[in-house]
């Protein structure tokens, strides 16, 4: 047999909806639901609208030292996969074989404990990560030196910062030295030095032959790191291969959904607002629809919208929000001096920006329609990703770039 | 037989114990088929995790207090002191000939330690939430860790009762060398009990409300304030069920000296925790696999 790090044959999770919802089930919930069953003739009804499967028939290979980026969108069962390879919860269907020692590092810091002190920790969490006393004794040293908290290891870590604290829980994460390493999410927190020494230890990981395996949003992270992506939608592997060729992919299958901060004011189902937004579409200056657009480019953004009653002045508004969740830029109406009487029933309208002068990054272009004053939110809706693309602008120039103009007075400073 | 010129192997960087990948047998994640299941090999894989939870639910109970550990000394000592006005003095219930007070405390430090255990246990499944949903372990680790916890306390206010027997001067007898066999009764009836509670409340919280109260029946149920002598004779096979009453018995003839031992009384005690103990594992290992998508 070939040596495999890990072999995974129709993985498969089905949850049931009710024990997701009623987390606090008790006795009487449970007693009153055997009563309604028992006068419910024919049984019980294990397929229902009630199950849904967090992950399908999912199967892949993968070799010792291959470094695979898990993405998706939200609940399309990243998280899942990896709870069951790391044998969290157990797949309803399907196996795995994984073979060497596993690391999962779902969450940084797990099992901290604020009133233990940084020494403490340590160990407590080296321990519930799966290392051994011995281990984490002959290591301690290097952890406290990469969390840079050498004055603090006897202090509670409630009272350190919030740096310190993230700091410390990745060290003791980072030495961990699994020969498969699983990784959720870790990345998306912390600040841009934090996510360099991240990407800098996967690397390490992997000249030493470790397996990665890493979920994430971040398409760039992923393309930067990864040579293999895993592209999971509804449960499902979609795709399995370059980088390139599965991140395009997912870029064409976005669609439209509610922006989360606004899911209180405007409720979840999009049909029951006075207005919503049913496509966006992202056009380049000849009117083509595209993903990928060039820096200093012009963009034209179409929105149909279908509204269910009269709104006086709709107030539409575009933003574009980068991959790692910056707000970058936002147009709308009300600021740019165009009104619209009233709306009703469906149609569209048009926006064109100005050039781009966003860096290098994936964007979401986000769509509200307010009232002119800010006051009332219609609605809010998540819709098509697109790429901005230069050789050179990247997030480390910051979010825009203009060229600026230099003076140099009088020529000082030239002996 | 090493060619001229041939790279040295890749050295592996020291890491714990870990296994190059051709040697290990390769870890199986499926669905668990089967009635019971009791992987006692990756328990003791991950003994040095069962030392750090106790360590560390150790170190954290008596953080920020005014008294520290001795508040594991003054509960039971407390407790003592009402037992003996209240049932001592005012009610009289007899003591067997010794000393209520130490009779008393011999009986309250398996006691305390039994209700601190299942107290503990019973919501230790969900109370570690975070880590259940996180991280692998096994499972059992998390109750089997809030049993063992409560011992430390045991250990301190074991030293009281030697001081207390020092002071009614009450030498102990050859028996004291049984203690650690009626210890182990109190564990395993404490484990049995929080294996089925444990996992119950992960599904329903009504648990966390019955305890206390359970608790409490538990006691009067038990001869903690009262002799066993004080059971009618032909109750007394059907009253050993408990299996506390096996443990407190076997506490105050293995401290105490009183005479007679009643084995009946001990077998049915230690026959009581075997069959919920094997239960409580049964149930214990099947809720197990679903405790991370419930919690």
Known sequence: MSELAIRAENLSKQYRLGTALSRHDTLRDQIMGGLKSAFRRGGRAEQGPETIWALKDVSFEVKPGELVGIIGRNGAGKSTLLKILSRITEPTRGRAEIRGRLGSLLEVGTGFRLELSGRENIYLNGAILGMRKAEIDRKFDEIVAFAEVEPFVDTPVKRYSSGMYARLAFAVAAHLDPDILLIDEVLSVGDLAFQRKCIAHAKRLQERNATVLFVSHNMFAVKAMCNRVIYLSEGEARFDGAPEHVIHLYEQESRLTTAKWAQEMVGPDPARRPIRITEIELLGEDGRPRTVFDYGERMRVRLSFEASERIANPNFCVSFIRSDNVACCNFNMAMDGFTIPFVSGSGTIELSTPPLKLVSELYTAQVMVWDTEFERLYTAQMGRNFHVQDQLLSTHFGVFHEPAEWRWPAGEGRS | ?295
């Not at chain 2, 008294?67 to 407390?78: E, H, N, Y």
């Not at chain 2, 209240?86 to 305390?112: C, E, M, N, Q, R």
């Not at chain 2, 089925?196 to 538990?218: E, H, I, K």
């Open chain 2, 1 to 295: 037989m090493k060619e001229p010129g041939a790279r040295p192997a890749r050295p592996r960087p020291i890491s714990g114990g870990a296994l190059p990948l051709a040697e290990a047998a390769p870890v199986v994640v499926e669905p668990r088929k089967g009635f019971f299941h009791l992987d006692l090999p990756a328990l003791w894989e991950y003994r040095e995790l069962l030392y750090f939870l106790i360590w560390r639910d150790v170190k954290v109970r008596y953080k920020q207090t005014l008294i520290g550990a001795a508040w594991a000394v003054l509960q039971p000592v407390m407790t003592m002191i009402i037992f003996t006005a209240v049932f001592g003095h005012f009610a009289k219930i007899p003591s067997d000939g010794v000393a209520y007070p130490v009779f008393a405390f011999t009986a309250l430090l398996p006691w305390t330690y039994f209700s601190q255990a299942i107290l503990g246990s019973s919501s230790s499944l969900v109370g570690n939430a975070h880590l259940i949903s996180k991280v692998y372990f096994p499972r059992l680790i998390v109750p089997l860790a809030a049993t063992m916890t409560p011992l430390v306390d045991l250990l301190l206010s074991f030293l009281t009762l030697l001081g207390l027997m020092l002071w009614f001067g009450i030498a102990p007898t050859w028996g004291v060398v049984t203690l650690p066999l009626f210890l182990l009764l109190a564990l395993l009836t404490a484990l049995a009990v929080s294996l089925w509670l444990s996992a119950l409340n992960v599904r329903y919280r009504d648990v966390g409300y019955t305890v206390p109260f359970l608790v409490q029946c538990w006691m009067y149920a038990s001869p903690v304030a009262y002799p066993v002598s004080l059971v009618p004779e032909q109750w007394r096979l059907l009253y050993g069920l408990n299996p506390m009453v096996g443990v407190i018995e076997g506490f105050r003839w293995a401290c105490l000296g009183k005479a007679g031992l009643d084995l009946g009384v001990t077998a049915m005690s230690a026959l009581a925790v075997a069959v919920v103990l094997a239960g409580g594992l049964v149930y214990f290992t099947r809720m197990e696999r679903t405790f991370a998508d419930i919690v």
